[in-house]
């Protein structure tokens, strides 16, 4: 049954599907609509942008694309695919449009297998003054800037990169979880992962086809210390488990933004059932320093999870048909040879 406010769930979104407040121009696949979220696809071409913009509250995004020097060429993604590098800031039409109803807001993020190759993604919406943020009754397309820092990736029409988190009203803030760093070493098995600079084309169909070793080396603490240098991207892992119930979604937010010194968690949402497996999941975390060298010390608090109450129990949850991380500790994307 459904309440007045709340993060909506698998079968909500549906709905949304249904009576055409959420559109496509292919019908869904199977399996982008999550517990508490729908996989947003990219569509059949991309621009490169000379910089990262917003359009502001009296223009639309394809009215900036326009504007002379604001993208420097089109690349189509149909053929063989394209690569997008590193150190480049594109804009990616998306296959899902909106014309939400009164009520309905919505948010997005990177896809946990996106933040952990390093790949930075906001969405931008016409006439918007905030990245991730879709406002009550949007109408219109929907754009993803997505931007590699460290791998080349690798694109097809259909990816997906995001994720969007619809919501009524304003959601019940349930309870709030600190997260901290885990730097114990157990056994031969190292705290992290430091990714490789110049290690090649990551390719976001390539399913567990990438030699690891070819891409990240591994971390190792001293005296329960790590030092993150500058401008390098991490992999690590919470020193607790995290549990999401079936009324309950989650987002990672940081535990003290005034800390300039890194960034940790590019990827935020936690669906509902994520770690309710037998002995937990622990939550990953994606962590770059910034201009300086910085410790990281176990138990260290990094991050904070927000739970929001859901407007209904989804149909499924997380890990009920197979999953990539449910169950997991220290682990790189799924596109990586374990």
């Not at 998306?94 to 993020?109: K, T, W």
């Not at 952990?116 to 754009?143: C, H, K, M, Q, W």
């Not at 990816?159 to 619809?166: E, G, K, P, T």
């Not at 929001?308 to 040879?337: I, V, W």
């Amino acid at each position: 049954m459904a309440v007045d406010s709340g993060v909506l769930s698998d079968h909500e979104i549906e709905a949304l599907v249904g009576a055409e407040a959420i559109r496509s121009d292919l019908p869904l696949d199977e399996g982008q609509v999550q517990p508490a979220s729908l996989d947003l696809r990219l569509a059949e071409d991309a621009y490169r942008l000379r910089a990262s913009f917003l359009p502001g509250k009296d223009r639309t995004v394809a009215e900036m694309l326009q504007e002379p020097g604001i993208h420097m060429h089109r690349i189509d993604l149909t053929k063989e695919g394209a690569v997008l590098e590193t150190g480049c800031v594109y804009l990616v039409p998306l296959m899902e449009s909106l014309r939400l109803p009164a009520g309905i807001a919505a948010r997005a993020n990177p896809k946990s297998s996106t933040g952990r190759i390093d790949v930075f993604t906001r969405l931008v919406t016409n006439r918007s003054r905030a990245f991730d943020e879709v406002p009550t009754g949007y109408s219109g397309p929907l754009y993803l800037e997505v931007s590699p820092r460290t791998f080349p990736i690798m694109v097809r029409p259909g990816d997906r990169l995001a994720q969007i988190r619809f919501k009524r009203k304003k959601p019940e803030t349930l309870k709030e979880k600190v997260v901290s760093i885990d730097l114990e070493s157990a056994g031969d098995q190292p705290v992290g992962y430091r990714a490789k600079h110049h290690s090649g084309i990551v390719d976001l169909r390539g399913i567990g086809a990438h030699e690891a070793s070819q891409f990240w080396e591994p971390v190792w603490p001293r005296d329960g210390r790590i030092v993150l240098n500058p401008e390098e991207f991490y992999i690590l892992v919470s020193r607790e488990t995290v549990k999401v119930g079936a009324m309950e979604a989650a987002e990672m937010a940081p535990i003290a933004p005034e800390l300039g010194e890194f960034r940790a968690h590019y990827a935020g949402f936690f669906d509902p059932g994520f770690g309710t497996n037998t002995g937990g999941s622990r939550a990953v975390l994606e962590v770059r320093s910034r201009d300086v060298p910085f410790i990281l010390e176990h138990g260290q608090p990094v991050a904070k999870l927000v739970y929001e109450s859901m407007a209904s129990k989804p149909k499924g949850l997380y890990g009920g048909k197979g999953s990539n991380y449910q169950g997991q500790g220290l682990k790189l994307s799924k596109h990586f040879k374990t």
